[in-house]
């Protein structure tokens, strides 16, 4: 398999064996270690032998590399009409008006409930044992 590691410039938190968290920009990151630099100052981080040592990884992107879903599977928006509502008008008044609206409002939940948004696939997430269970 190959190994796929984050791209320099990459915000990360990261979570060691030892719970300790560390934030930082990625400088490098190989097989034997990876070099951060601390995100408010110029320090550097070094974890030597990372795929012993770090449990997991949280990858931050600027919101400009957000993932941006395909809009034509949207439904497209619905403008609703202004409810003109006087101030001492009685509720069964309302009711009585918009009983239409309400019927053809209710009448599209319960399509929805029929069809709903279908769930995001595709992702690979593979499932497994960290090293430091099996000693």
Not at 6 to 17: A, E, H, K, Q, S
Not at 37 to 53: L, R, W
Request: proline share 7%; with cysteine; net charge negative.
């Amino acid at each position: 398999m190959e190994d796929i590691y984050p791209v320099v410039g990459t915000l990360v938190i990261i979570t060691l064996r030892n719970n300790l968290c560390i934030e930082g920009v990625v400088e490098g990151w190989n097989k034997k270690m990876v070099i951060l630099k601390a995100p408010n100052s110029e320090n550097q981080i070094v974890i030597y032998k990372p795929e012993k040592n770090i449990l997991f990884a949280k990858l931050i992107y600027s919101k400009t590399k957000e993932v941006m879903m395909d809009t034509a599977d949207l439904p497209a928006p619905i403008e609703e009409e202004e409810i003109d509502v006087l101030p001492n008008e009685p509720f069964e008044s309302l009711a009585e008006k918009h009983k239409e609206r309400v019927c053809d409002l209710r009448s599209k939940i319960a399509a929805h409930l029929q069809n709903p948004i279908v769930p995001i696939s595709g992702y690979n997430v593979g499932y497994g044992v960290p090293d430091f269970f099996q000693r």
